[in-house]
């Protein structure tokens, strides 16, 4: 499998550090509000790397944070905690509050079918790990202590900037507009490892340590919870793309200074969903959660089929238009499965390999699964019996995870009541589509069935068939299709 690495810029082929299982980190999420739909584009895309590794045959373990301290409004240490800010707005303590947002993200998560991680560990957890590292890294000095806080030190470093080449001056400015600088810090890309100062004396969460009670920076949490359950090297890192800088830089900066040698070998960035006005943000705009879209009566999985049309290096445009086709294509695909009997035919061993071929020659060149939703097309389209295409179908969702068959299941059985219910005699187009004139054809005929007026119904059909439209009866009703 090649996948793109940010730190090399290139697609490289992956090659874990040990054959049997891979180690995989990803940047959980700040649990202060609910995950817009942007932060899940990046859970879904690394639900699929994850998912398509074990496609694959690799053993995965996969670790994920929950932020519940340290992350200020800006990534570079200026402003509130963002913990804080939800708790005041919503009246609570910041543990209720990380509480509810935890839950409600693996809630919206579980609805995208994205998998849990193998260990989810909130930042709470882990205080002496994030101590036993600032602690050597105060020894070895890369960090210092200045104003009550302990920063880590980037002058120490040769190559700070690992994933561009960027110009210092530019990408070094931490400082946003509204937020002042930090004047403790000896150069401007300094992070802070500990806090026990900050502009906030009302910081709710606060712990012992060698330099004062304080709390941790958010930088340290993801290399402390990854070396906690990971050790001391990891194959893949993964997050949206913002978090590259400062976030994953800083990342890389401490832990490598720790360890004394290289830390993680692939940098998987996923790019942003945005909306025609720009960034998606939580303050800005119409806050886009799962809970939004299913109120507006869509499948959550549509947007998961949305997210999957596009490539995860290429930032992707929400618009509700764009999310009705993506719904339309579900139904149809759906519609299209459900056509497909069970019980018809052996499984074709010749056609799931040459089907599954395709389908991984998309996945293994940086997971493109545009590619791999149209190998399940391929499927639908091949000459085989529909045992087969079930059974591939169903591999594929291993890794694409749209719910296919349960879904198709469904509406296999939505057709049949609604067949019975109204003892009446229903026409289902395979497409999904609707067309008057067809369907009053296929009631035509289906009146001279019921005169026993055999010869009319044939002609009825044949003459369906020169028009190029497939007939086949099902219990109540028949389906149809364009061949
Ligand atoms: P946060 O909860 O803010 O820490 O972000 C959680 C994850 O969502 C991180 O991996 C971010 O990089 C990612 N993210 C934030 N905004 C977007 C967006 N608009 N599109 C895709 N991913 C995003
Ligand atoms: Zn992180």
Request: proline fraction near 2%.
């Amino acid at each position: 499998m090649y996948l793109y690495n940010s730190a090399s810029h290139k697609k490289e082929l992956f090659v874990p550090n040990n054959p049997d299982i891979v180690k995989m980190y990803t940047c959980g999420p700040t649990v202060y509000h609910y995950a817009h739909i942007g932060n899940l584009r990046s859970y879904i895309m690394e639900d699929i790397l994850e998912k398509y590794l074990r496609y694959t045959g690799y053993n995965v373990k996969r670790v994920m944070n929950i932020t519940d301290v340290g992350h200020l409004t800006s990534d570079a240490d200026e402003g509130e905690d963002k913990m804080l800010k939800g708790a005041k707005r919503e009246h609570k303590s910041v543990m209720e509050i990380a509480k509810f947002y935890t839950d409600a993200f693996f809630s919206d998560a579980g609805k995208l079918n994205i998998k849990t991680p193998d260990v989810v560990e909130p930042a709470t957890n882990c205080i002496d790990e994030y101590i036993k590292i600032i602690s050597k890294l105060m020894d070895t000095g890369y960090a210092y202590f200045a104003g009550g806080n302990v920063y880590f030190d980037t002058s120490k470093l040769d190559r700070y900037y690992v994933f561009n080449d960027f110009n210092a001056e530019d990408l070094a400015e931490g400082v946003r507009e509204g937020v002042e600088a930090d004047e403790n810090k000896r150069n401007k890309n300094d992070f802070v490892l500990w806090f026990t100062k900050s502009k906030f004396e009302d910081q709710a969460l606060k712990w012992d340590s060698p330099w004062g009670v304080g709390y941790p920076g958010w930088h340290i949490e993801c290399s402390g919870i990854s070396m906690k359950h990971l050790g001391e090297d990891l194959d893949i890192h993964c997050g949206g793309i913002d978090n590259a800088f400062p976030h994953h830089t800083n990342e890389i900066a401490q832990s490598e200074a720790y360890l004394g040698h290289k830390w993680c070998n692939w940098w998987m960035h996923v790019l942003h969903l945005n909306t025609n006005s720009g960034k998606m943000s939580k303050s800005k705009g119409e806050f886009l959660t799962v809970s939004l879209l299913e109120e507006k009566g869509y499948d959550p999985l549509a947007y998961r089929l949305f997210c999957l049309q596009s490539h995860y290096r290429k930032s992707l445009v929400f618009s509700w238009e764009n999310l009705d086709n993506a719904q339309v294509t579900y139904n149809k695909l759906i519609a299209k499965i459900a056509t497909l009997k069970p019980e018809d035919g052996e499984i074709d061993q010749a056609a799931v390999e040459a089907l599954k071929a395709k389908f991984c020659t998309a996945l293994d060149n940086d997971l493109n699964t545009s590619l791999a939703v149209t190998a399940l097309y391929d499927v639908l389209k091949y000459k085989t019996n529909d045992a087969t295409k079930l059974f591939v179908l169903d591999d594929f969702d291993r890794v694409l995870s749209l719910s296919l068959l349960e879904k198709a299941a469904a509406k296999r059985e939505e057709l049949k009541k609604q067949a019975v219910s109204a003892d009446s005699f229903s026409i289902v187009s395979e497409s999904g589509e609707s067309d008057p004139e067809v369907e009053a054809k296929i009631q035509a005929r289906q009146e001279a069935k019921k005169a026993k007026n055999y010869a009319e119904a044939d002609r009825i059909r044949n003459e369906l068939k020169e028009q190029g439209i497939e007939l086949t009866d099902i219990p109540h009703g028949a389906t149809w299709k364009r061949i």
